[in-house]
């Protein structure tokens, strides 16, 4: 029985080693379509405790393989064991990479506003798009503790304050200084037991690493890095926002047919002296308090530019799943074109919802309502 079992499971094994060897530079556009896939649609809040638990082991077993990887590449661990797995090395911390930046990519995005914050979600989709194709540069050192410096100050960024339930930039920067410290506690260590190729490399990483710190800082001061742990689950430009047992009633034009994508219209008519309303459900998580602000801004056509009519502020509490609501609103308004950004108290844009006031004589369009 067993005999006939290893012959008929021999050709099928051997056909599936074939098929792989076939389509095997395939395997890494498969592989990242599967993967982030699967993380778009497995990862829930971003404040989950088993999402970060596993994302958080991911980290720190990059970093020990990383360590073991260079140990093993320089005979300081020469021991059969060690040498046994050492093609796989580089492979579990590319897939380990794969993880983090795909979760990071899903992150990040759900706090980006699609203006200057693309900047830093760009780099983390390109290196997500990259790292199947990396495996046989994964043993350079200057790559590795690039690639670790911003898998550890990407989660730390986001996992801070979700720890600590405070947004504000000292708790940024503490995630800076301990992504550095990390870092470099690794780079020092491979120097210590001799597992760099010479002085001279450990001056040059350790410079690259303080390089990424500072471009990074000046990233998060230029506001081009996301506002996360905080998102917008929904925002509308609206007629009227009014509370009913607990939920919001909200009133907006209904988008044209080929706005699909649109939750308002972004023709704004009204009759003079009617009001015109900003509503906008803000994630954040559980027991995290911070102030929201509404910016107003209306076009200049003389001076070309955008300017501030008022910035509004609000207060919220983190914990639910569709996010804390609160609106703003402003009366008289002038026909044109206008903007609000929905902000942190630090000035970092969560979402940008433009609109045309269009004066009218009376109101003849669709209008929705909906209950948030």
């Known amino acids: 029985?067993?005999?006939?079992?290893?012959?008929?499971?021999?050709?099928?094994?051997?056909?599936g080693k074939a098929a792989y060897r076939r389509f095997e530079k395939y395997a890494p556009i498969i592989s990242f379509i599967a993967g982030f896939s699967w993380d778009n649609f497995t990862l829930g809040r971003i404040d989950r405790v088993l999402d970060n638990s596993i994302l958080l082991f991911y980290v720190v077993l990059a970093g020990v393989l990383i360590v073991i990887q260079n140990l093993v590449n320089h005979g300081v661990l020469s021991k059969p064991f060690w040498l046994r797995y050492r093609?796989?090395?580089?492979?579990?911390?590319?897939?380990?990479?794969?993880?983090?930046?795909?979760?990071?990519?899903?992150?990040?995005?759900?706090?980006?506003?699609?203006?200057?914050?693309?900047?830093?979600?760009?780099?983390?989709?390109?290196?997500?798009?990259?790292?199947?194709?990396?495996r046989e540069r994964l043993d350079n050192l200057y790559l590795q503790m690039s690639l670790y410096f911003l898998v550890v100050f990407a989660f730390l960024t986001f996992f801070l304050p979700v720890v600590i339930k405070k947004i504000a930039v000292w708790v940024f920067l503490l995630g800076g200084f301990l992504s550095l410290g990390i870092v470099l506690g690794i780079i020092f260590g491979l120097h210590y037991f001799s597992a760099l190729k010479s002085r001279e490399q450990f001056q040059r990483v350790n410079s690259l690493i303080l390089g990424l710190f500072v471009i990074f800082n000046a990233f998060y001061f230029l506001n081009w890095i996301p506002p996360v742990p905080l998102s917008l689950k929904y925002g509308s430009i609206c007629h009227s926002v009014e509370r009913l047992d607990g939920k919001y009633q909200i009133t907006f034009e209904q988008p044209d047919w080929y706005q699909f994508w649109a939750r308002f219209n972004p023709e704004?008519?009204?009759?003079?002296?009617?009001?015109?309303?900003?509503?906008?459900?803000?994630f954040a998580p559980t027991e995290l308090g911070t102030s929201i602000f509404h910016h107003w801004q209306k076009w200049d056509e003389k001076n070309r530019r955008w300017q501030t009519t008022d910035r509004m502020r609000y207060q919220i509490t983190g914990g639910?799943?569709?996010?804390?609501?609160?609106?703003?609103?402003?009366?008289?308004?002038?026909?044109?074109?206008?903007?609000?950004?929905?902000?942190t108290e630090s000035g970092k844009t969560l979402s940008r919802m433009k609109f045309e006031a269009i004066t009218v004589d009376s109101i003849h369009v669709d209008l929705v309502r909906i209950t948030r």
């Open 1 to 15: 029985m067993i005999y006939w079992l290893k012959s008929a499971a021999g050709p099928v094994v051997n056909r």
């Open 87 to 134: 093609e796989w090395y580089p492979v579990i911390v590319q897939f380990l990479f794969g993880g983090l930046f795909s979760a990071y990519v899903v992150f990040y995005s759900q706090s980006a506003a699609f203006t200057k914050t693309d900047l830093f979600l760009a780099i983390l989709i390109f290196l997500l798009l990259i790292n199947e194709f990396l």
């Open 268 to 282: 704004f008519h009204y009759v003079e002296g009617d009001t015109v309303f900003c509503f906008a459900s803000v």
């Open 320 to 343: 639910r799943d569709s996010g804390y609501r609160g609106y703003t609103f402003k009366k008289n308004i002038m026909p044109g074109e206008w903007r609000v950004d929905v902000e």
